[in-house]
């Protein structure tokens, strides 16, 4: 028996061609957006400076207006008599350097040395002078001469009167002040002349009866 050959011829010819693929291809870059265009405002052109107004001419009563220059504070205060006084005078308070300057003038007076004091209370109402309280002593210190190391801010010390009864004083009350409302302000009291001298001794220097008054107080 012959079994027929089967000749299989298997032809398996596989061309595989693998096409090499390529990826896929990457997507296109997304377009960015376009920026806007720039609208920047155009940059102002600054204003011209203003031209300076022509100097002004000082006006008839430009005195009211005008600051005051560091003019001096000065007060003018009349003394009038007290206790029966046949006196009669006048003070001036200026502020200084570290102080005011008071000058006293007086005529009338007994001769020889009186003294004078700056009182706590600015009323000369009253027919010997009481009205005006006691000596100026703002710090509470002892009374004393106005070369005492300590003394009432009041302590003015003595005039020295002529025989024909005319005397005057000048002193710088170190400390004082013509500021209103300040604590150590003459503005608002009383100055005083007294009879007799002040010898500096307690509590007010013996210096008798008040013979003159004035209150101290800007106009
Ligand atoms: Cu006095
Ligand atoms: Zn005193």
Do not use: W
Not at 19 to 35: F, R, T, Y
Not at 110 to 131: F, L, N, Q, R
Not at 172 to 195: C, D, T, W, Y
């Amino acid at each position: 028996m012959t079994k027929p050959a089967y000749s299989l011829s298997l032809l398996a010819s596989f061309a595989l061609v693998v096409a090499a693929c390529g990826g896929a291809p990457e997507p296109a870059p997304a377009v960015p957006d376009v920026p806007a265009e720039p609208t920047q405002p155009a940059p102002e052109t600054p204003a011209a400076p203003a031209t300076p107004a022509p100097e002004a001419s000082p006006q008839g009563d430009g005195a009211a207006s005008a600051p005051a220059a560091a003019a001096p504070v000065t007060v003018e205060v009349p003394i009038e008599a007290r206790t029966n006084s046949k006196l009669k005078g006048s003070a001036s308070f200026t502020e200084v350097d570290g102080g005011v300057k008071v000058t006293v003038q007086v005529s009338g007076a007994p001769k020889g040395k009186i003294a004078v004091h700056v009182h706590e209370t600015g009323d000369c109402s009253a027919p010997d002078a009481k009205s005006a309280g006691a000596h100026y002593n703002p710090e509470n210190h002892q009374h004393g001469l106005p070369d005492a190391s300590a003394r009432h801010l009041g302590d003015l010390g003595n005039i020295e009167v002529k025989a024909d009864g005319t005397g005057s004083h000048e002193i710088v009350a170190k400390g004082a002040s013509l500021k209103q409302g300040a604590p150590n302000s003459f503005l608002g009291r009383a100055i005083i002349v007294h009879e007799k001298q002040d010898d500096g001794g307690q509590p007010s220097g013996n210096a008798g009866g008040r013979i003159g008054c004035g209150v101290i107080q800007s106009k």
